[in-house]
């Protein structure tokens, strides 16, 4: 089946400690995205990438970095740079030719202690 | 710059009454128009999208929205809502042929049985 997976689905992390969210597709698509989504806040746009070895930061970029080596692949880590990283973490994936919609991954919710 | 309103945070219904979740856009070119469901701890999935041909768009689920230029509005109905209709809906509004989403806040749909 074709779709995006992310891993874990739980992540704890120290204060201070830098962490790498996966997200892989398998959709053959050329866009991939990174939000963050808080209570009552909708979703944010942390990071974005139209094609392999490229990508733009998003209204949210601080404290964050990617990298896209792969088209099937574009990991994000949450570096301690980042002053409130406890959120919901969600990619998604867009194949351009596609009208604009955006398909998600199941999200992955990471909690600082 | 373009952006969504979604009327209401939270609203509730009764099982098997007429489901209204509102949106509102702002943009200066002609847009792409998405709704999206959130079921707890889970992503996003797309309900309907809207790219310029029909202006009444059906989705899954039994849902539909219709584009209204004039009122520069995208609202999300239903005709007899269902228990598993319980979710966040989330309007998103994108320039046709753009590769970034603009989210609302999100709705919160309950229904009472």
């Known amino acids: 089946d074709g779709g995006i997976t992310q891993s874990p689905k739980y992540l704890f992390r120290k204060e201070g400690q830098n962490v790498t969210l996966s997200c892989e597709q398998n959709l053959n698509h050329d866009a991939m995205y990174w939000y963050r989504q808080d209570p009552g806040q909708g979703l944010r746009l942390i990071y974005y990438s139209q094609i392999v070895n490229d990508f733009q930061k998003g209204d949210i970029a601080e404290g964050y970095s990617v990298s896209r080596e792969k088209k099937e692949s574009f990991p994000l880590t949450v570096t301690s740079a980042q002053k409130n990283p406890t959120a919901f973490y969600l990619c998604?994936?867009?194949?351009?030719?596609?009208?604009?919609?955006?398909?998600f991954g199941p999200g992955t919710r990471l909690t600082v202690l | 710059a373009q952006s969504v309103t979604q009327l209401g945070s939270h609203v509730s219904v009764s099982e098997g009454a007429l489901v209204l979740l509102r949106c509102n856009y702002s943009?200066?070119?002609?847009?792409?128009l998405f709704w999206y469901v959130q079921y707890p701890n889970q992503g996003l999935q797309l309900l309907l999208k809207?790219?310029?041909?029909?202006?009444l768009v059906k989705g899954i689920n039994g849902f539909e929205a219709e584009f209204k230029k004039s009122e520069t509005s995208f609202h999300l109905t239903k005709p007899s809502a269902h228990m598993s209709d319980a979710a966040e809906y989330f309007c998103a509004v994108s320039d046709q042929g753009a590769q970034k989403l603009v989210f609302g806040q999100g709705t919160r749909l309950t229904i009472n049985p």
């Open positions: 943009s200066s070119v002609p847009p792409y």
């Open positions: 809207y790219t310029s041909a029909a202006t």
């Open positions: 998604a994936s867009n194949p351009r030719q596609g009208g604009g919609a955006q398909y």
